[in-house]
């Protein structure tokens, strides 16, 4: 199929029309978020759900997030609202913050992967916001990628690797965040981490406190991010203690060809592709999808990534290139 472009701002609601009639037929709509690009469609209607999971070659057993304008329209799809989800809700959404609730029996099975929870969120985007306000419904989005492989920041990531399989795509520009948004499950007691992002597990304990971390063993997904492998590039990514310069060389003195995304700015060898991230936890989440996008698409046969501190504040970036990694 031909995939539709359409650059997009907050003070043009024409393009946000065009889409939300898309997502209102059954068809599949690419948008930027705070956070990432997702794909969206209709979350109430299981056929259109089974697109973005053909669309992505995503298996059947991974949930999909969903996407409302407000907390009145959550609690339209979940079966209990708790005073932890009140609480969260008025201090993060809109925002980064994905909740873990009871379904009610109006959310697809396919939205769900069959289980009892489903998975909800407000982002922060004004393109985003502003296409759910305008199709009235909510919308089940992913990332707008093939399964797996790397998020998109931009609307060129979405092209290159969706462009034949959606029907819309709003060009907002480079998203601001980088990362997905965090997911905590508030049907478990205490409520549970199921996938670190942008609001901070210290924010979350400001507001609940204390919360576990990880999923539980042996339970089905509740959220997405739960894969072993996600988030990845085609090429073999392998992360290193900073700074990596000496694996850097041993590689490139091996005659391959190789790929340094580094912690801050560092002399690069020759021969070698160079990507600098900023050395703050933030700069480096909202840059990091990017440079590997970047590197991925350089016809290199190994990606060296410089590991972060092991901090709270690294927690997602280090999730992510834990599941980007080659094994």
């Known amino acids: 199929m031909a995939c539709t472009v359409l650059r997009v701002t907050e003070a043009d609601p024409g393009p946000l029309a065009r889409a939300a009639e898309v997502l209102r037929r ?71 913050l994905t909740l873990v609730l009871p379904r009610r029996a109006v959310v697809p099975d396919l939205v769900t992967a069959g289980g009892p929870t489903v998975a909800l969120r407000v982002p922060a985007h004004p393109v985003a916001l502003g296409l759910l306000r305008a199709c009235r419904l909510p919308v089940a989005a992913p990332s707008a990628n093939r399964s797996t492989q790397l998020s998109p920041t931009r609307a060129e990531h979405v092209l290159s690797g969706m462009g034949d399989r959606i029907d819309l795509l709003l060009d907002g520009g480079p998203t601001s965040g980088g990362l997905e948004s965090t997911v905590l499950d508030l049907t478990t007691d205490p409520p549970r981490l199921l996938r670190p992002g942008l609001v901070s597990p210290a924010e979350l304990e400001a507001v609940v406190g204390p919360i576990a971390r990880g999923a539980e063993p042996g339970q089905p997904a509740r959220s997405p991010g739960q894969m072993e492998r996600h988030y990845a590039p085609r090429t073999p990514l392998e992360t290193v203690p900073a700074p990596g310069l000496g694996r850097v060389r041993a590689l490139a003195g091996e005659g391959r060809r190789v790929g340094w995304l580094t912690l801050g700015e560092a002399a690069c060898p020759a021969g070698v592709m160079c990507v600098a991230l900023p050395a703050d936890a933030a700069g480096y989440a909202a840059g990091l999808y990017d440079a590997l996008h970047r590197l991925d698409a350089a016809g290199l046969e190994r990606i060296i990534v410089d590991l972060p501190p092991r901090t709270d504040e690294w927690l997602a970036v280090h999730d992510r290139l834990r599941r980007a990694a080659t094994r």
């Open 26 to 96: 059954g068809g599949l709509v690419a948008f930027p978020t705070e956070t990432v690009y997702g794909l969206g469609a209709n979350a109430l209607d299981a056929a259109a759900v089974g697109r973005i999971f053909a669309a992505k070659g995503r298996p059947a057993h991974n949930p999909v997030i969903v996407h409302v304008t407000g907390p009145e329209a959550a609690r339209e799809l979940v079966s209990d609202w708790p005073e932890a989800a009140r609480r969260l809700a008025e201090r993060f959404w809109p925002g980064p």
